[in-house]
């Protein structure tokens, strides 16, 4: 195409969202009619989610695919997808941000300097270990879990009676093998990825974060593009979602596939009732302004 | 030396010396946070959670600041193997451009340092609840040194006083 | 044009002798100015380049050396070693190498050895009659065991500028085997080049002797133990194995040895902010630099390139060790490590090279360099201890050089050298 749009992602090439973004390039160059397309820098080359999100802002790449959670400390409104248990399902999740309350959260992005473009699938994260098969919150009690340097993860791991420790992803494993830490949290493209499934067999379903990724543009891009091209990128970016979702869903399976070949145990029939509510004061503690209590009722009014 | 010179020196030395105090503290503080870290997490199964962040913030400062002593110290690592070729007189012309890009270089640390802590004051950083602008002091702080280390470099070297570089001169011990 | 422009300013820069940091920095600078994107990208790749939390490693590491130096913890190690290798031919010069194998464990600093053992060795070598430029040549090239010897903060600096996801861990006991290696490699051209110059032998002092100065290192001995146990037994990670390091240090060294005061511990301190401020200020810079070679595809060109090139692993390693030779004979270690990882690493992972073996292979490499002139720190180092003029060392020290890049091959070659002690633990 004429002009080559940078989008950065930090997942590596052939994951679920970086190919993703590549068929919307393709999309894009087709609508277009080879004026605009797109090249995905993954593996972090330009950098972690947070400088990624700040040089998109300041329009030095155009594109970033980036977690919700990042934008925690940034928009207010990502905080309510960010929560735990918010979503009861993926179905529900999918509803909730196919629908007006994904399309409110999207123009949020608006005064950031940013253009919300999507969201794309990260499936449900889940607590693993490796020391005993977790079927209960009294299982949880006292264990080290790793978390991502978040207040919301900190909480809810305190508020499920765990100790939560932050550490860099990078440390993890060989944290899990040599007992500094007992366990982590993750989705099954990941547990299985990382390795972590090899030191940690023990894998609980308890799905406490459904958090949607979300791909955004640069005001400042935006602004520089025709109205015509601008309805051509949010068609394509609309449009890369069903088969980011289709890619998800293999990729999925296959992890899962793989660590269960591995023998490892997976407890999937665990009573999610107390996990939710014991997450009444994580709720009370970020859920403050009329706002986001307001968005937190909707999404649970969502069939 | 003439007034100037030794006000400019005294001035200049005592900053160094209080960046580096600074520095120091924040080295052992950094210890101290870590140590806590591992004892929190082994023995009191009860991770603290804003040592990491805190710890990362810190050691910006001592890089930052210690960064522009170096200038003043000349402890910085460089390549002087081209420049033994030179005659002292077009040695010193291309010290001087050195120390010119530095300047701008200060500048562009202070400049755009204050534009990050801007944009990111109202984000918060995770688990401290400081504002996300307060990463960005310690490069701000660093610039206004190395531009301040900088200027006094240009001015030694016009008076014709010595000006320390890595492997070649050190700063006579009476202006350190 | 953009290349030009990034390439140029550094060279130029680097040449009329800028601050390595400030080349790096500068050059990205002007390159981004150039392509018309805000400027601003360089200073959040350089404040986001040094709050890492593993780069932490750096000060402390360097902080818990300058108290081992100072607070004669080093001196110790080097008895001991002396009352252990003394009596092998050409005695000193194999006390040597032990001592760094010794010291090196604690310091994983070249610069940190050569200073420290050099400083104790080649005053006593050359009182016993051997040659000054041997000891130099010895005490310069053994410093590079440091490096490849838990803890090597350089191989932490590998692990974050191959993007954070290579484990510390295994990258720490991979160095092991081939460090060990490196010092029976030197042993040997040590012990050749002494039977050529007709050097002595140290008489054995004794199993009593070797005991008590066995028992006087005991607490310099123990903080490797405590390092590397901690960092396996779970008690903390390889990141934080350099913050206990400097917290074992202070307790030998104020409640075990009295070997210290208020007035040398501030200087430790402010020594130990110097160097590391040195240091990480480049690696800021050059996450700015890094940034800039993604940005513009480089390292993706390279790949192609080098496919083009060769599809046998064989050669394209070669290839990728002679150029880092001819680099690190240039510059020094850590900003060439953030400069070639993101360049070399996908090439050798291309070629199916482990990036924990090519993190081996690039710092033992790199090491090599720090010996050569035009630029060597730990050459430098050496002949500044040693009283020695930089040509009079470097024409003898050859057998050592090719005991070095013997290694290297080996290391190169032979995977399992660096692979097969980590895949131990797993
Ligand atoms: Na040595
Ligand atoms: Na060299």
């Known amino acids: 195409a004429e002009t080559m749009l940078r989008s950065s992602d930090t997942h590596p090439d052939g994951y679920p969202t970086v190919e993703a973004v590549k068929y919307m390039g393709k ?18 080359q330009l950098g972690e989610e947070k400088d990624s999100i700040e040089q998109t802002q300041f329009g030095v790449i155009d594109l970033d695919r980036v977690s919700l959670g990042p934008f925690n400390n940034i928009i207010e409104e990502t905080k309510v997808p960010s929560l735990p248990y918010i979503f009861r399902s993926i179905d529900h999740m999918h509803k909730v941000m196919d629908g007006p309350i994904g399309e409110d959260i999207l123009k949020a992005f608006e005064a950031h300097g940013l253009i919300g473009l999507c969201f794309y699938d990260a499936g449900a994260r889940s607590f693993y270990n490796s020391q005993k098969p977790i079927m209960s919150m009294d299982d949880l009690k006292g264990m080290k879990f790793r978390v991502m340097q978040s207040d919301v993860f900190v909480k809810m791991v305190d508020a499920l009676g765990g100790n939560a420790t932050p550490m860099p992803y990078g440390e993890v494993y060989s944290s899990i093998q040599t007992g500094v830490i007992d366990g982590a949290e993750n989705n099954w493209p990941s547990f299985e990825s990382s390795g972590h499934f090899e030191v940690a067999p023990y894998y609980t379903l308890d799905q406490h974060l ?6 955004v543009m640069s005001k400042k891009t935006w602004d520089k593009l025709s109205a015509e091209d601008q309805a051509a990128v949010r068609e394509a970016a609309k449009e890369s979602v069903p088969y980011m979702r289709k890619l998800w869903a293999e990729r999925e399976a296959a992890s899962e596939a793989k660590v269960k070949e591995a023998g490892v145990k997976i407890v999937s029939d665990i009573d999610k009732t107390p996990f939710i509510e014991a997450m009444k004061p994580v709720y009370d503690e970020f859920v403050t302004s009329d706002k986001l209590k307001s968005l937190v009722e909707r999404i649970q009014a969502t069939e | 030396m003439t007034t100037f010179f030794l006000i400019l020196t005294r ?67 460089s390549f002087d193997v081209f420049l033994y070729l030179l005659p002292d007189r077009v040695k010193k012309v291309l010290h001087t451009v050195s120390d010119l890009v530095v300047v701008a270089f200060g500048c562009g640390m202070i400049g755009y340092g204050v534009q990050l802590a801007d944009a990111t004051w109202p984000t918060t950083i995770p688990n401290v609840g400081w504002s996300g602008g307060t990463a960005f002091l310690a490069l701000i702080s660093g610039g206004v040194l190395l531009v301040l280390f900088s200027l006094e470099r240009l001015a030694r070297r016009a008076a014709g006083l010595v000006t320390a570089r890595f492997g070649e001169v050190e700063l006579p011990d009476e202006d350190r | 044009m953009e290349y030009w422009i990034l390439f140029g300013t550094f060279t130029f820069l680097l040449l009329i002798g800028t601050p390595i940091a400030f080349c790096l920095g500068v050059s990205s600078f002007a390159t981004i100015a150039y392509l018309g994107l805000p400027p601003v990208v360089v200073f959040q790749r350089l404040n986001s380049g040094v709050s890492i939390f593993a780069l932490m490693a750096i000060p402390f590491f360097i902080f818990a050396g300058n108290l081992m130096v100072r607070g004669d913890i080093a001196r110790r190690l080097v008895a001991l070693a002396g009352a252990a290798v003394g009596h092998f031919r050409g005695g000193l010069g194999q006390v040597n190498i032990l001592a760094s194998v010794l010291f090196g464990g604690i310091s994983g600093s070249a610069a940190a050895d050569a200073s420290a053992i050099g400083g104790l060795m080649v005053p006593q070598m050359k009182e016993r009659g051997y040659d000054a430029d041997y000891a130099v040549n010895i005490t310069v090239v053994s410093s590079i065991i440091a490096l490849m010897l838990p803890p090597s903060h ?59 100065l066995l028992l006087s290192a005991t607490p310099g001995l123990v903080l490797v133990a405590i390092i590397f146990g901690g960092v396996r037994s779970g008690v903390f990670t390889a990141s934080e194995s350099s913050c206990i390091a400097v917290v074992y240090a202070m307790f030998a060294i104020f409640f075990l040895y009295r070997t210290m005061n208020f007035e040398q511990f501030r200087m430790a301190v402010s020594d130990a902010v110097r160097t590391t401020a040195m240091v990480l200020m480049v690696i800021g810079c050059a996450a700015a630099f890094g940034w800039l070679l993604a940005f513009l595809r480089i390292p993706t060109q390279l790949v192609e390139f080098m496919r083009d090139l060769s599809d046998s692993p064989i050669v394209i390693l070669l290839l990728i060790n002679v150029l880092l030779l001819i680099l690190g004979s ?32 690039l710092v033992l490499n790199l090491g090599i360099g720090l010996c050569t002139p035009p630029v060597g720190t730990v050459l430098f180092v050496g002949c500044a201890v040693g009283k020695m003029p930089v040509w009079d060392v470097v024409k003898t020290i050859w057998p050592f050089y090719l005991a070095g890049v013997f290694t290297l091959m080996l290391v190169t070659y032979i995977p399992a050298l660096s692979l097969w002690l980590p895949s131990l633990f797993h």
Not at chain 2, 20 to 30: D, H, K, P, R, T
Not at chain 2, 45 to 64: A, K, Q, R, Y
Not at chain 3, 194 to 206: I, T
């Open chain 1, 27 to 44: 999309l894009l160059e087709e609508k277009t009619d080879g004026r605009l397309g797109i090249e995905v820098f993954h593996s972090a």
């Open chain 1, 210 to 215: 459904i958090v949607p990724e979300v791909l």
């Open chain 2, 11 to 77: 001035v200049m030395a005592i900053l160094a010396r209080i960046a580096l105090a600074l520095s120091g503290i924040g080295l052992v503080l950094m210890t101290a946070f870590i140590a806590w870290q591992v004892f929190g997490r082994f023995v009191l199964n009860d991770t603290p959670t804003w040592t990491e962040s805190v710890s990362v913030l810190i050691m910006g400062w001592f890089i930052f600041l210690g960064a522009a002593v170096g200038i003043r110290e000349g402890y910085h690592l």
């Open chain 3, 154 to 212: 350089n191989l932490i600096i590998y692990s974050i500028a191959g993007g954070g996801r290579i484990s510390i861990a295994d990258l720490f006991t991979a160095g092991i085997i081939p460090g060990l290696v490196l010092a029976l490699s030197l042993m040997v051209a040590a012990w050749i080049v002494a039977r050529k110059r007709g050097y002595p032998l140290e008489d054995f002092p004794g199993i009593r002797a070797v005991g008590s």
């Open chain 3, 330 to 361: 240039f510059m020094d270690m850590s900003p060439l490590i953030v400069i070639t990882t993101p360049i070399f690493l996908p090439v050798a992972m291309e070629f199916n090279v482990d990036p924990v073996q090519f993190g081996i292979i």
